[in-house]
């Protein structure tokens, strides 16, 4: 079992910054993929930004290419979001994604809402 604990979402006006946190425990190891998806009121969940642990390959949706970065701390099993130049359509639940060994965990969610 993997647990996925995600922390730093909150209130921004447009223009802000927010870093997300995503800290994997449990049987952590083997974690081959780490992502953060987002969902926003009446929206289907969509993957945001992608870190493959093999090469530290990274991939962006189109929407946030540029603005957002994910990046991985290997020592605290941490991956991080930085969102730059939040948009209120970044108001969304944001949830972790880790794929071990074929299965898919995923965190509670964390509120970013972009607002003035």
């Known amino acids: 079992q993997v647990q996925l604990v995600e922390s730093g979402g909150g209130l921004v006006q447009p223009g802000g910054s927010l870093r997300l946190s995503c800290a994997a425990s449990g049987t952590s190891f083997s974690i081959t993929f780490m992502g953060w998806y987002r969902q926003a009121p009446g929206k289907q969940r969509e993957l945001v930004a992608a870190?493959?642990?093999?090469?530290?390959?990274?991939n962006y949706a189109e929407s946030v290419k540029g603005r957002f970065t994910i990046s991985r701390d290997g020592a605290k099993n941490t991956v991080f979001l930085q969102m730059n130049s939040l948009k209120p359509e970044d108001t969304a639940v944001y949830y972790c994604?880790?794929?071990?060994?074929?299965?898919?965990?995923w965190g509670q969610g964390t509120q970013v809402t972009v607002s003035s």
């Open positions: 870190y493959y642990y093999s090469g530290g390959r990274t």
């Open positions: 994604q880790a794929v071990r060994s074929g299965y898919v965990y």
